[in-house]
Nanobody, 124 residues
Framework: QVQLVESGGGLVQAGGSLRLSCALSERTFGGYGMGWFRQAPGKDREFVAAISWSGDTTYYADFVKDRFTVGRDNANAKDKIYLQMNNLKPEDTADYYC???????????????WGQGTQVTVSS
């Protein structure tokens, strides 16, 4: 059973930065597209960013372009990604979920594997 382990959430002031990390729980030897979704209280879940296994292809939601960067490290056959979040705004407050699927990533929430979520709170 593939599991995703997230870390890095917390409380930060507006304008600050946080870095979220996520790793697959087992050696996959490649092939997984991965990404991030978020869900704020009382709102629908929304796509944030995604990256292909090679790292050559990335997708971003319009509201995070030029502020967030998704990257990955596939060393030792373990898929790991991060989400570097800069210039955070109060509206970025949400639970952030790491996702994974075999093959190319997508902006749709059709990923079969989801992390447990990590909370990000941005104070004004």
């Amino acid at each position: 059973q593939v599991q995703l382990v997230e870390s890095g959430g917390g409380l930060v002031q507006a304008g600050g930065s946080l870095r979220l990390s996520c790793a697959l729980s087992e050696r996959t030897f490649g092939g997984y597209g991965m990404g991030w979704f978020r869900q704020a209280p009382g709102k629908d879940r929304e796509f944030v960013a995604a990256i292909s296994w090679s790292g050559d292809t990335t997708y971003y939601a319009d509201f995070v372009k030029d502020r967030f960067t998704v990257g990955r490290d596939n060393a030792n056959a373990k898929d790991k990604i991060y989400l570097q979040m800069n210039n955070l705004k109060p509206e970025d407050t949400a639970d952030y979920y790491c996702v994974a699927k075999r093959g190319l990533p997508t902006t749709l929430d059709s990923y079969p594997y989801w992390g447990q979520g990590t909370q990000v709170t941005v104070s004004s």
